[in-house]
C-alpha cells in the first residue's frame, strides 16, 4: 500500500490510541475472530481468557498458543468472574449478553466481519488500538503485506476455473474470503463468475454447466457425515473434473480474517496443476 | 388388463423421458446423449448421465417399490388404508438408515442394511399388534402409535447426530426427497428393491387366493406362513433400500393402489404389477413438479409434500367412504 493511502488510516489509529489511554489490564475475549487477533496482538498478561473455539484446531489458526488460556463459553456470570476491563466480541455476539455486559457496566468492543483483505488490515489496526499497542498493529499488516506482496510475484500461465464446494451445496461468491484468495492464488471463481455474491447455495446443473476445473472444500465439521456432507461426493463432480479429486483446505483460513489468508492463498497456489 | 399395463407402461416411458428434459438449466438432451455415445466428457453429457437419469431412474424405482408394497400389504391384510407410510415401514426404514448414516456405520451397505432391519422391526411390530383380518381399527391405531415414536425418535437421534447439518435434515428423512442423488445411490438401493419386488411379485397367486378365504386358499395349495415371510421380506428389503436412500415419501403407497384397483379386476394378485408401474409414474410425476417449481420460484421443497398434498385429501376421502354405509 502506497503511504499516501496509509496515512488516513494511521491517523486514525492515533486518535484512537490518544482516547484509549491507559492499555487494558484484563482483556477476555468471547469470539473467534477477536479471540485469534487478541493471540497476535496482545501482551500474554494482558489475556485473562478466550472463547472455547480458539482451541478447536479446525476453526482456529492458533489453536496451540490458545491452549495457554483459560477457556470461556461465553456465558454472563463466568464473564462477570473474571472481571474483564475489556471485552472482545464479534459482529454476531449474542444481543442479550452484549446488553446485559454494557448494563452492569463493562467496556465490550466488537470486532466487524472481514470479507476482505481491506477489512483484515482494519480489524488488525482496531484490535491493537484497543489492547494500547497500536505499533504491534502495523508491525503485523506490514509483515502480512510483505508476505502478500511475495505471493503475488508468482505468475501462472493460465488462470484455472475453480471454485469452493460446500456441504448443501454452498459457495463463495464475489466479497468473500474465499473469493479474495483464489484470485489472488491465479484462480478464476466460477461463483463470482457466473454473478453469486456472499455465501450462496449454488444449483449442481448450473455448477456443471460452468465448466469447473477444480473443487475446493473446507470441511467444517470432519468425521462427520451428513445428507449435506454427502453431496460433496455426488459422481458428477469428479466427472466434471476429468477425475481430479476435490482438494480440501483447513476451515480456519476462512473462518476468521487474519494474517493467516496468507497460509491459504499459499496452499491454492500450490493445488495449481 | 392387457391394454391398462401396457398403457400404463407407456405412460410411465414417457414420463421418464420427458423428465431428461427438465433440470434448472435448458440442456441440448439430444447433443448431450450423443456426447455421451461417443465418450465426450462434456458438462451437458455430465448433467444428462450423472444428474438427471440417476434423479429420473432413482424416482421410478422408489415409486414402484412403494406402489407394489403398498398394493401387497393391502391384499394380505385385507385392509384398504394399509400402506407402507401407514404402518410404519417407511419409518422404521428411516430410523434404521439415520442410526447408520449419522452414527458412523454409513459406509458402503450399512445405510440400506440398516433400513432394511428397521422396516422389518417395525412392519412386524404392527402386524403382530393388529393380525391379519384384524379390523381396521386396530391396524391404523398401531400404525399411529409406530409412526409417532418413530418420527420423535428420527427427530431426536438427528438432533443428537454430530454433524451440524443433521438437524436440518429432519425433514428430508420425513417427508423423502429424491433431489441431489447420483448414480452411487441408485446403485445402492438396487439390489435390495430388486431382490424384495421379486419376492413380492411371487405372493401373486398367493394373494389372489387369499381373497377367498383362508381355508381355501390353503386347500390351493397356498402355505400362508410361506406367503407371509415372503411379503415381510420382500416389503422390508424393497422398502428398506430405497427409503435409506430417499427417505419416507408419503400416500404413494396408499394412493395408487386405489387409483388401479378397477384396472385389476379386484384382484390383488393382477395389482401388483399395474400398481409398482402406477407408483413409478405417480413418483416421478410428483418430482418433475419439484422441479419445474424449483426452476420457476428458486425454491426447493421435498417431493414428499407434493405427494402428501395430493395424497391427504385422498386419504380422508377413503375414509369418509368407508364410514358411510354404501
Request: hydrophobic share 50%; charged share 15%.
Given at each position: 500500500?502506497?503511504?499516501?493511502?496509509?496515512?488516513?488510516?494511521l491517523?486514525?489509529?492515533?486518535?484512537?490510541?490518544?482516547?484509549?489511554?491507559?492499555?487494558?489490564?484484563?482483556?477476555?475475549?468471547?469470539?473467534l475472530?477477536?479471540?485469534?487477533l487478541?493471540?497476535l496482538?496482545?501482551?500474554?498478561?494482558?489475556?485473562?481468557?478466550?472463547?472455547?473455539?480458539?482451541?478447536?484446531?479446525?476453526?482456529?489458526?492458533?489453536?496451540?498458543r490458545?491452549r495457554?488460556?483459560?477457556?470461556?463459553?461465553?456465558?454472563?456470570?463466568?464473564?462477570?468472574?473474571m472481571?474483564?476491563d475489556?471485552?472482545?466480541?464479534?459482529?454476531?455476539?449474542?444481543?442479550?449478553?452484549?446488553?446485559?455486559?454494557r448494563a452492569?457496566?463493562?467496556?465490550?468492543?466488537?470486532?466487524?466481519?472481514?470479507?476482505?483483505?481491506?477489512?483484515?488490515?482494519?480489524?488488525?489496526?482496531?484490535?491493537?488500538?484497543?489492547?494500547?499497542?497500536?505499533?504491534?498493529?502495523?508491525?503485523?499488516?506490514?509483515?502480512?503485506?510483505a508476505?502478500?506482496?511475495?505471493?503475488?510475484?508468482?505468475?501462472?500461465?493460465?488462470?484455472?476455473?475453480a471454485l469452493?464446494?460446500?456441504?448443501n451445496?454452498?459457495?463463495?461468491?464475489?466479497?468473500t474470503?474465499?473469493d479474495?484468495?483464489?484470485?489472488?492464488?491465479?484462480?478464476?471463481?466460477?461463483?463470482?463468475?457466473?454473478?453469486?455474491?456472499g455465501?450462496?447455495?449454488?444449483?449442481?446443473e448450473?455448477?456443471?454447466?460452468?465448466?469447473p476445473e477444480?473443487?475446493?472444500?473446507?470441511?467444517?465439521?470432519?468425521?462427520?457425515?451428513?445428507?449435506?456432507?454427502?453431496?460433496?461426493?455426488?459422481?458428477?463432480?469428479?466427472?466434471?473434473?476429468?477425475g481430479?479429486?476435490?482438494?480440501?483446505?483447513?476451515?480456519?483460513?476462512w473462518?476468521?480474517?487474519?494474517?493467516m489468508?496468507?497460509?491459504?492463498?499459499?496452499?491454492?497456489?500450490?493445488?495449481?496443476? | 388388463?392387457k391394454?391398462?399395463?401396457?398403457?400404463?407402461?407407456?405412460?410411465?416411458?414417457a414420463?421418464?423421458?420427458?423428465?431428461?428434459?427438465?433440470?434448472?438449466?435448458?440442456?441440448?438432451?439430444?447433443?448431450?446423449?450423443?456426447?455421451r455415445?461417443?465418450d465426450?466428457?462434456?458438462?451437458?453429457?455430465?448433467v444428462?448421465?450423472?444428474?438427471?437419469l440417476?434423479?429420473?431412474l432413482?424416482?421410478?424405482?422408489?415409486?414402484?417399490?412403494?406402489?407394489?408394497?403398498?398394493a401387497?400389504?393391502?391384499?394380505?391384510?385385507?385392509?384398504?388404508?394399509?400402506?407402507?407410510?401407514?404402518?410404519?415401514?417407511s419409518?422404521?426404514?428411516?430410523?434404521?438408515?439415520?442410526i447408520?448414516?449419522y452414527?458412523?456405520?454409513?459406509?458402503?451397505?450399512?445405510?440400506?442394511?440398516?433400513?432394511?432391519?428397521?422396516?422389518?422391526?417395525?412392519?412386524?411390530?404392527?402386524?403382530?399388534?393388529?393380525?391379519?383380518?384384524g379390523?381396521?381399527?386396530?391396524?391404523?391405531?398401531?400404525?399411529?402409535?409406530?409412526?409417532?415414536?418413530?418420527?420423535?425418535?428420527?427427530?431426536?437421534?438427528?438432533?443428537?447426530?454430530?454433524?451440524?447439518y443433521?438437524?436440518?435434515?429432519?425433514?428430508?428423512w420425513?417427508?423423502g426427497?429424491?433431489?441431489?442423488?447420483?448414480?452411487?445411490?441408485?446403485?445402492?438401493?438396487?439390489p435390495?428393491?430388486?431382490?424384495?419386488?421379486?419376492?413380492?411379485?411371487?405372493?401373486?397367486?398367493?394373494?389372489?387366493?387369499?381373497?377367498l378365504?383362508e381355508?381355501?386358499?390353503?386347500?390351493?395349495?397356498?402355505?400362508?406362513?410361506?406367503?407371509?415371510?415372503?411379503?415381510?421380506?420382500?416389503?422390508?428389503?424393497?422398502?428398506?433400500?430405497?427409503?435409506?436412500?430417499?427417505?419416507?415419501?408419503?400416500f404413494?403407497?396408499?394412493?395408487?393402489?386405489?387409483?388401479?384397483?378397477?384396472?385389476?379386476?379386484h384382484?390383488?394378485?393382477?395389482l401388483?404389477?399395474?400398481?409398482?408401474?402406477?407408483?413409478?409414474?405417480?413418483?416421478?410425476?410428483?418430482?418433475?413438479?419439484?422441479?419445474?417449481l424449483?426452476?420457476?420460484?428458486?425454491?426447493?421443497?421435498?417431493?414428499?409434500?407434493?405427494?402428501?398434498?395430493?395424497?391427504a385429501?385422498f386419504?380422508?376421502?377413503?375414509?369418509?367412504?368407508?364410514?358411510?354405509?354404501?
Amino acid at each position: 500500500m502506497p503511504p499516501t493511502r496509509r496515512l488516513p488510516a494511521l491517523l486514525l489509529a492515533l486518535t484512537l490510541s490518544a482516547a484509549a489511554e491507559t492499555p487494558p489490564r484484563r482483556v477476555v475475549s468471547i469470539n473467534l475472530c477477536s479471540d485469534q487477533l487478541l493471540l497476535l496482538l496482545g501482551e500474554p498478561g494482558q489475556i485473562v481468557s478466550l472463547s472455547y473455539l480458539a482451541r478447536d484446531p479446525n476453526a482456529s489458526a492458533l489453536a496451540e498458543r490458545a491452549r495457554a488460556y483459560p477457556a470461556n463459553h461465553a456465558d454472563l456470570e463466568e464473564l462477570i468472574a473474571m472481571q474483564p476491563d475489556l471485552v472482545l466480541t464479534g459482529a454476531y455476539t449474542d444481543s442479550a449478553l452484549r446488553r446485559a455486559l454494557r448494563a452492569l457496566g463493562y467496556h465490550l468492543e466488537a470486532l466487524p466481519l472481514a470479507h476482505d483483505i481491506a477489512t483484515i488490515r482494519a480489524n488488525i489496526r482496531r484490535v491493537a488500538n484497543w489492547l494500547g499497542h497500536p505499533a504491534r498493529g502495523e508491525a503485523l499488516i506490514q509483515r502480512l503485506d510483505a508476505h502478500l506482496k511475495r505471493l503475488a510475484q508468482k505468475r501462472f500461465k493460465r488462470h484455472p476455473r475453480a471454485l469452493f464446494y460446500q456441504p448443501n451445496g454452498y459457495t463463495a461468491g464475489a466479497g468473500t474470503l474465499q473469493d479474495e484468495a483464489l484470485k489472488r492464488a491465479g484462480w478464476d471463481n466460477l461463483a463470482a463468475r457466473i454473478g453469486l455474491r456472499g455465501y450462496r447455495p449454488i444449483d449442481l446443473e448450473t455448477l456443471l454447466l460452468a465448466h469447473p476445473e477444480q473443487f475446493f472444500t473446507s470441511p467444517y465439521a470432519p468425521g462427520t457425515d451428513s445428507l449435506a456432507q454427502r453431496r460433496l461426493r455426488h459422481p458428477a463432480l469428479r466427472a466434471a473434473t476429468g477425475g481430479r479429486p476435490m482438494i480440501e483446505l483447513p476451515y480456519r483460513y476462512w473462518l476468521c480474517g487474519g494474517p493467516m489468508i496468507a497460509d491459504a492463498i499459499t496452499a491454492l497456489q500450490q493445488a495449481h496443476p | 388388463m392387457k391394454h391398462a399395463t401396457l398403457i400404463l407402461g407407456l405412460v410411465t416411458a414417457a414420463l421418464g423421458l420427458f423428465s431428461l428434459f427438465i433440470g434448472s438449466n435448458p440442456i441440448p438432451v439430444f447433443q448431450a446423449l450423443l456426447d455421451r455415445l461417443h465418450d465426450i466428457p462434456s458438462a451437458i453429457a455430465i448433467v444428462l448421465t450423472e444428474v438427471r437419469l440417476p434423479r429420473t431412474l432413482i424416482a421410478l424405482l422408489a415409486g414402484a417399490v412403494l406402489g407394489l408394497c403398498g398394493a401387497a400389504l393391502q391384499g394380505f391384510l385385507h385392509n384398504p388404508l394399509a400402506s407402507p407410510g401407514l404402518i410404519g415401514t417407511s419409518g422404521g426404514a428411516a430410523f434404521g438408515a439415520v442410526i447408520a448414516l449419522y452414527f458412523g456405520f454409513g459406509s458402503g451397505l450399512g445405510v440400506p442394511l440398516a433400513g432394511i432391519a428397521g422396516a422389518l422391526v417395525a412392519t412386524w411390530t404392527v402386524y403382530r399388534i393388529a393380525g391379519r383380518d384384524g379390523d381396521t381399527l386396530t391396524l391404523i391405531l398401531a400404525g399411529v402409535a409406530i409412526n409417532a415414536l418413530l418420527t420423535a425418535s428420527i427427530s431426536l437421534l438427528l438432533s443428537l447426530a454430530p454433524s451440524p447439518y443433521a438437524v436440518q435434515e429432519i425433514v428430508v428423512w420425513l417427508l423423502g426427497s429424491v433431489a441431489n442423488h447420483g448414480s452411487d445411490d441408485l446403485w445402492l438401493m438396487l439390489p435390495g428393491a430388486l431382490t424384495g419386488g421379486l419376492l413380492l411379485m411371487r405372493t401373486r397367486r398367493a394373494l389372489d387366493a387369499l381373497t377367498l378365504g383362508e381355508e381355501t386358499a390353503a386347500s390351493l395349495g397356498v402355505d400362508l406362513m410361506r406367503t407371509r415371510a415372503q411379503l415381510f421380506a420382500g416389503i422390508a428389503l424393497a422398502m428398506g433400500s430405497v427409503v435409506a436412500v430417499t427417505g419416507a415419501i408419503g400416500f404413494v403407497g396408499l394412493v395408487t393402489p386405489h387409483l388401479l384397483r378397477p384396472l385389476a379386476a379386484h384382484r390383488p394378485g393382477r395389482l401388483l404389477g399395474l400398481s409398482a408401474l402406477g407408483g413409478a409414474a405417480l413418483l416421478l410425476a410428483a418430482d418433475i413438479g419439484v422441479r419445474l417449481l424449483q426452476r420457476a420460484t428458486g425454491a426447493s421443497i421435498q417431493v414428499g409434500v407434493i405427494t402428501a398434498l395430493l395424497g391427504a385429501p385422498f386419504f380422508l376421502w377413503l375414509i369418509l367412504r368407508q364410514r358411510s354405509p354404501a
